[in-house]
Every structure is written in C-alpha cells, then in structure tokens.
C-alpha cells in the first residue's frame, strides 16, 4: 500500500518557517520516544511523570513569542503535545501558558529575577489558581477567597484564606498564580503564592474520567500569610487577567485540533488493520464515511486556528475574546464528534485504553469543559453579535 497522507490533509505544517519545523520535528522524536510508549501506563496509574521534565526543558519551548517565533508555532507545540498526550499537553499550558506567561507580562523586575529563570528551566513548577468549589464559570463576580493587608513588624503583608478547586499542577507545584478578592477594597489580587507556605493545605482530586495523568488539586488557605513582594502590583482587577485567558484559551482550542488529529491517527490505523467479514474495516463504505467526517471536523478546526494565530501575528489588537471564544467553543464541539466517531469505529476496543482511542474520547470531555465552557463560550459570542448579553 502506498504512503497513506498525514492527517494535517492541507499541510498547515508547511506555513511554519524552516526554524520552526525543524524544532517541531525535535518536539515530535521526543515524545514518540519518550511520552507515546508510557502515556497509557501514566493515565490508567493517575501517575505525572515528573522525571521527564528535565527533557521538556532541555527542547526550550518556552515562552516563544520572546524568539521570534510565531504564534502558529506555539499553536503546534500544543496540539502535537496534545496529539501524543492531552494530560502532558495541560500541564505545559498551565505552567507556561499561565504561570509563566503571567510572570512575563505582570511580574515586576525583581519577581521576573528571582522566579522566572528557574520556571522558564522547568527547575520550579506553576499553577494557575482561579476556580473555585463553588464558583467556576461565575468566578469574576462571585469569587469568595480574601486577602486581607495586614502590618508585619511595620512591613505591609497579606493573609489569605478561602479554598481553589481542579488547580492543574496543584498538588506538586513550587508556586501558584493566585486570585482573591482585596477584602477591603473588593478588588481582585493576584499573588505569586509560595504553595508551601502554613496554612496552605493541598489535596488531590481523586476519581477522575479524563485528564488522569494531571494532578488536578483541592487548595484550602488558612490564614496563609504571604509577602507583598509576592503581590502581583500590576493586577487591581478580573479584568487584568483578560490577556491571560484570552491566551490560554486560544491553547485549549489547540488542544481540541490535537485531540481529534490524535482521533483521526487512531481510527484509521486501526481501520486499515483490523479485519472483518474477510476484509479490512477501511473496506466498508460507513466506516470511510466515518473517517472522512473525522478530517474533515479535524481540518476546519485547524483551519480556524491557523486564522486565530494569524491574527495574533499579524494584528497588534489580536483576535478578541469574541472571536477565541467562537474558536474555542466551534473546535471542542467539532472534537466531541470525532472522538465519539473513532470510539464508535472501534468498536468494543475503543472502551479500552490499550487501544488508545478510550483515552482520547475520556481526555476531549475535561478539553470540551475547561477554559470556558461550551456554554459560556457561545454566550460570549452571542453578546458580540446581537449586542444582547445573555450572561447575568
């Protein structure tokens, strides 16, 4: 049989220019050597394997934006991490996308020194906390986490207190991006949060479906007494982290093209091979139906994304929260169907993580949910295009 064509069908990959391809071929080599072979074992154990990061670090992924190198590239990193492993593709978007990326654009001079080295080396580890037990995609207007400015031997301090939930990285992390109401002012903070810090209690969400390589965690603060030097000085409002998630979400819509190109490989690999009624899988005109809705779901929504860097490359504005927010909720509901589609292909098989495509179709749920869900994504585009919101 000839060379069958790559999944990217329209070879996006070519508008990568020659210093980006070549570092997403470094990126691909090493996680078919060491992340596809091991990726099941981590998922079925809930086990991060940390003993890898030193590798991560050492391909210097980091913060492209700072090389010269395009957004589109960054976008490839993520669904080609995703591609292999979506719980490996989320903690590098957490720490670097959020933690990182954080200390970049809101860091003073000093925190930038003492802490952006070491996180840029993956020698320190972020996470972003933002969602609460009781508050997720109401979180701006409801979030219930204080921070009180209190006087330490004539030197200004902060005491937190409240609880974060489903904090990615949470339970291994060195720091953490954290939010909190002034309880004085009812401004929003932000602190670089020592995680281990009294007072701060850290407990792993067990039992989940998706995502179970992620160490997702439940923060409890008890009277956590935190340094102004921590304070994030720049950030007086929810609306100061509108450049984060904006950013962020942009990369969970990358995850989404990665999930279903994931999907596609799956699904036709084992179409080609598997034999039924005397003949392969791919020989029945259903399951080529099947495998074509899969493409061609996976290249609009990569076609989409190409747009989206586009506009981050070539637009000093960039995209609005609008027009993420459409790719964001268009990709992931484009993802739920090919991934339901390859599930449904294999068969009893595909219920099975040995097989690949059970981990997929469980790990699209938790990227269909985060960073906005579905919902609130498609009301964000509904107030832009009536001019009506929705939203309460």
């Not at 210093?19 to 091991?38: N, S, Y």
């Not at 991060?48 to 990061?53: D, G």
């Not at 439940?218 to 904006?246: G, P």
């Not at 068969?347 to 609130?376: C, P």
Request: net charge negative; hydrophobic share 45%.
């Amino acid at each position: 049989m000839s060379t069958l064509p790559a999944a990217d069908f329209y070879d996006f990959e070519s508008l990568l220019n020659a210093t980006e391809q070549t570092k997403l071929a470094q990126l691909r080599t090493f996680l078919a050597a060491e992340v596809a072979p091991h990726a099941t074992t981590w998922w079925n154990d809930a086990q991060f394997p940390a003993q890898i990061l030193p590798q991560i670090a050492a391909l210097d992924l980091a913060a492209p934006d700072r090389r010269q190198l395009s957004h589109l590239f960054t976008g490839f990193i993520v669904a080609e991490m995703t591609r292999v492993d979506t719980s490996l593709a989320t903690f590098f978007l957490v720490h670097h996308d959020l933690f990182v990326q954080a200390l970049i654009d809101f860091g003073t001079p000093e925190q930038q020194a003492r802490l952006l080295p070491d996180a840029l080396a993956l020698r320190s580890t972020g996470a972003f906390a933002l969602t609460e037990p009781d508050h997720g995609s109401d979180v701006a207007g409801g979030m219930v986490t204080t921070a009180r400015r209190v006087m330490d031997d004539g030197e200004p301090s902060w005491v937190l207190n409240g609880a974060k939930r489903w904090i990615g990285n949470g339970t291994f992390c060195d720091r953490m991006l954290l939010w909190a109401r002034d309880a004085d002012t009812g401004q929003v903070r932000g602190f670089f949060l020592d995680a281990t810090l009294p007072g701060v209690t850290r407990t792993k969400i067990e039992h989940k479906i998706a995502l179970r390589t992620v160490q997702n965690a439940h923060i409890t603060l008890e009277n956590v007494q935190v340094a102004e030097a921590d304070r994030i000085a720049s950030v007086n409002s929810f609306e100061d982290t509108n450049k984060l998630l904006l950013g962020s979400r942009i990369s969970v819509a990358w995850q989404a093209v990665g999930q279903q190109l994931a999907a596609f490989d799956v699904a036709r690999a084992y179409a080609v091979e598997r034999q039924q009624f005397g003949k392969p899988l791919a020989a029945f005109q259903l399951v080529q139906a099947q495998l074509v809705k899969m493409l061609g779901n996976a290249t609009a929504s990569f076609a989409m994304m190409v747009r989206i860097s586009g506009l981050q490359d070539g637009s000093d504005a960039g995209p609005t929260m609008a027009q993420v927010a459409l790719a964001k909720a268009h990709t992931t509901a484009a993802m739920r169907e090919t991934v339901a589609l390859g599930r449904s292909l294999m068969g009893g098989n595909g219920i099975v993580s040995d097989y690949g495509m059970a981990k997929i179709f469980a790990d699209a749920e938790a990227i269909y949910t985060y960073e906005g869900s579905h919902e609130i994504n498609t009301l964000i585009v509904g107030r832009a295009v009536t001019g009506v919101s929705a939203i309460v």
